[in-house]
Each structure stands twice: as C-alpha cells, then as structure tokens.
C-alpha cells in the first residue's frame, strides 16, 4: 500500500473516530439534560441551562438539549425563551440565589478564562454537586486539542487541566501529516 493510500485511509479514519465520539457527546448531553430535568422537577427547583443549547457545530444542526427555566451564556441564548447573557466566571449570576437550581452545563468549561471562577458559581447555584451535570468534550480527542477557544480538557469539573501547545502542536502536525500524505502525487507502479 502506498504512502498516498495508508495516509488516506488513517485521515478518512480520524475523521470517523471524530464523528463517534461527536455523537457520544451528543447522545451524552440529551442522556444528563433529562436527568438534569428529572433532577429538578424532583426537588422543586428550576433547571439553569448554561451554554446555548443552539451554539455548538452538532448541537445548531441537530438540537441535544433544551433551553431549561433559564439560559446563560456569553452572548444569551436568542431562541430561548427564559435567557440571560452573563460570564459564569463573573459570578454571581444575577437572580440566581445560593443553593437554588439545578445546573446543566454542556462543553462550556473547556472555553472560559478562569475555570476555578467558573466551577465556584455553578456549585454556588446548585449548592450540591449531585445539583451539577456536566457534559465535556472528551479530552482524547483532537476536538479537544484544536476546537477554537479551547483552554481545558478533561473528562470531568475536577479532572480538567489546560489544553498545551504541545496538544495544540502534536494534533495539528499529526493532521497536516496525514493531509500532507493523502494529497502526495500518484505513482504508477
């Protein structure tokens, strides 16, 4: 197998594997928002989405999960009914008191300044972890490593840790790599 071939096969395959682990976060993020709903029809509660539910490259094309009693985000959510633009980091969100909500956040740890700031306010409003569900890109992935804004990775809250230049380098030159061979002149043999 030539060069052109195995580089093209291993690029047609990243992609494949990118694609399942979208849909595994995808299948994830409507797998906890009903838990999450469960969790505060349950005790009473409203549920506070955090991270528009229509922002993300799958989630605008197919919708995982809905918009809750309130919406934050950086920039609101429009086709929320209930929503709010506010930086988590810059706690407290206001009209949200101590201990009052579920949370529901969806891959938006991965891309705020100050996670610590961030991992305060929403235990803040939940006021219990088991108040708190979390869906984040899995930390493996080159989605992870390369998604624009990308400053965390990890599998959890606690388990997050900047995403490196090494990540950033390592996954880029492993594509450009693959890319750089699938697009190799055809010799004929």
């Known amino acids: 197998m030539s060069l052109r071939t195995s580089s093209r096969f291993a690029f047609v395959g ?13 299948q994830r993020r409507r797998t906890l928002f009903a838990a999450a709903t469960r969790r505060a029809l349950d005790l009473g509660r409203p549920l506070v989405v955090i991270g528009d539910p229509n922002a993300g490259a799958h989630t605008s094309l197919m919708p995982a999960y809905g918009c809750g009693d309130l ?9 929320c ?10 706690g407290p969100l206001a009209g949200v008191a101590d201990d009052s909500a579920v ?44 998604y624009p804004g990308a400053r965390w990775t990890g599998s ?27 697009l190799l002149p055809r010799r004929d043999e």
């Open 71 to 79: 919406c934050i985000d950086l920039r609101g959510c429009p086709r």
């Open 103 to 146: 949370a529901f956040v969806s891959c938006v740890l991965e891309y705020v300044d100050d996670l610590e700031s961030a991992r305060r306010e929403i235990l803040r409003i939940a006021g219990d972890p088991a108040n708190i569900f979390v869906v984040t890109v899995q930390p493996w992935t080159f989605t992870a490593a390369l």
């Open 156 to 182: 959890s809250p606690k388990s997050m840790t900047p995403v490196g230049l090494a990540a950033k380098v390592g996954a880029s030159a492993l594509i450009a790599t693959l890319l750089a061979g699938s």
């Open 14 to 26: 990243l992609a494949a594997a990118e694609s399942l682990f979208a849909a595994q976060r995808w």
């Open 81 to 90: 009914i209930n929503h709010r633009a506010a930086d988590i980091t810059q």
